[in-house]
């Protein structure tokens, strides 16, 4: 099994920086990918960004993607999700999320891809 926690979250303002952490722990042998998602009460969890696990190759969803940048501290075994530039529209709560699917039929930016989820954390960013 793989466990994921998150931390980081917190109150940030229009055109400030958080940085998400999240640790991973267990089979963390088993793990292809780590991504973030987020999701606002009432709305589809959507994908925010992902690393491979080993390759540490990187995708981002468009919204995002100049100014997220995810990375992981091997020696930790702990994914980073720096956010820049932030704007009220990133309020959400984050999730971590990891995929141990050798194969699967279809994108690493479903959220069907990945079989382990952290609890969340929660963005708010003020104008």
């Known amino acids: 099994q793989v466990q994921l926690l998150e931390s980081g979250g917190g109150l940030g303002q229009a055109g400030g920086s958080l940085r998400l952490s999240c640790e991973v722990s267990g089979r963390t042998s088993s793990v292809y990918r780590v991504g973030w998602f987020r999701q606002d009460p009432g709305k589809e969890r959507e994908f925010v960004a992902s690393?491979?696990?080993?390759?540490?190759?990187?995708e981002y969803a468009d919204s995002v993607l100049g100014r997220f940048t995810i990375s992981r501290d091997n020696a930790k075994n702990t994914v980073y999700l720096r956010m820049n530039i932030l704007k009220p529209g990133d309020t959400a709560a984050y999730f971590c999320a990891a995929s141990s699917k050798s194969v699967f039929d279809g994108s690493s930016r479903s959220r069907l891809y990945y079989n382990h989820w952290g609890q969340g954390t929660q963005v708010t960013v003020s104008s």
């Open positions: 690393i491979h696990y080993t390759w540490n190759t990187t």
